[in-house]
């Protein structure tokens, strides 16, 4: 039992360091790009399937509510946050389809679309980043270092950041990390 706790905290800190090392400057360009959607009046819609749903919502919180200090609300709206919209949707449709329907009936322009994704293979995060395209809606993809077949459907104004993980114990706690790490950086740009 030791010893699976020593590997596992291994393994996170070498993801960790590795975030930092490979993935700083990413971080820093999809916060200015994320903070830039604010600046303009878009709003931040994210998404995820199953635990990666946990982490859409609690992005979309945060943005809206605050992370480490008050301040006014951001408009963020998490696409899996509404059971009732989504199990609607899901038994008149293709379960595939429960983000990709709402993106066309609200998303705008200068919104943007941030998809946590486990492995990169959910049909309904591809559906979403499809339909997002077809608004000319920017995303950001987070998702385990294989990227699975989101990265084909990447467009040239996506970001992805995809993270030194292939298992979801230690993707999910890296997710984490580096949402927090854009919270914080869309609050420094936006209110110092």
Do not use: W
Request: with cysteine; net charge negative; charged share 15%.
């Amino acid at each position: 039992m030791l010893e699976h706790i020593a590997q596992r905290t291994d393994s996170l800190s070498s993801g960790f360091i590795e975030i930092s090392e490979r993935l700083g400057p990413t971080l820093a360009q999809v916060s200015a790009q994320l903070t830039q959607t604010l600046l303009t009046e878009g709003r931040i819609l994210t998404c995820g399937v199953g635990q990666q749903a946990a982490l859409a919502q609690m992005f979309s919180t945060q943005l809206n509510h605050k992370l480490n200090q008050e301040r006014p609300a951001l408009p963020s709206l998490c696409l899996n946050a509404d059971a009732i919209l989504v199990s609607s949707i899901a038994s008149g449709r293709s379960g595939s389809e429960v983000y990709a329907h709402q993106i066309r009936a609200m998303a705008q322009p200068q919104d943007l679309l941030i998809v946590f994704s486990e492995n990169g293979s959910e049909p309904a995060c591809m559906k979403a980043l499809s339909s997002a395209h077809d608004r000319d809606i920017g995303c950001i993809i987070i998702s385990d270092e294989s990227g699975g077949e989101l990265s084909a459907l990447i467009g040239h104004e996506d970001q992805e950041i995809r993270l030194p993980s292939q298992d979801q114990a230690t993707l999910l706690p890296m997710q984490l990390a580096v949402s927090t790490l854009l919270l914080e950086l869309i609050e420094k740009q936006l209110f110092g």
